[in-house]
């Protein structure tokens, strides 16, 4: 079993930055690929990025491409999303997640564990 807890939302203004974080409890955690994704104002959750269990691996979304970064530190059970450049339409609810198969995907449903989420805003 994993839980994971996300941190790091706020608000902010357009062109700013946030870092989120995403603490993992459970042994098999540095075992699992991870993965982040947001949910909009009436907008079904959607991919942003992704790191393989072992960090070799790494997908975003086009959207976020150039802007934000995806990390892993499994010393501190901990993923990163690092986002700069932040625009309005990056509002949403940013929740992350863990594959237990370790291989990083854009698809919600291959993920096993989900955490509760942290809400970014971003003001124009």
């Known amino acids: 079993q994993v839980q994971l807890v996300e941190s790091g939302g706020g608000l902010v203004q357009a062109g700013g930055s946030l870092r989120l974080s995403c603490a993992a409890s459970?042994?098999?955690?540095?075992?699992?690929?991870m993965g982040w994704f947001r949910q909009g104002p009436g907008k079904e959750r959607e991919f942003v990025a992704a790191i393989s269990w072992r960090g070799g691996s790494i997908y975003y979304a086009d959207s976020v491409k150039g802007r934000f970064t995806i990390s892993r530190d499994s010393a501190k059970n901990t993923v990163y999303l690092q986002m700069n450049s932040l625009k309005p339409e990056d509002t949403a609810v940013y929740y992350c997640?863990?594959?237990?198969?370790?291989?990083?995907?854009?698809?919600?449903?291959?993920?096993?564990?989900w955490g509760q989420g942290t809400q970014v805003t971003v003001s124009s």
């Open positions: 997640a863990a594959d237990r198969s370790g291989v990083n995907s854009r698809r919600p449903t291959e993920y096993d564990y």
């Open positions: 459970g042994r098999a955690y540095s075992n699992y690929a």
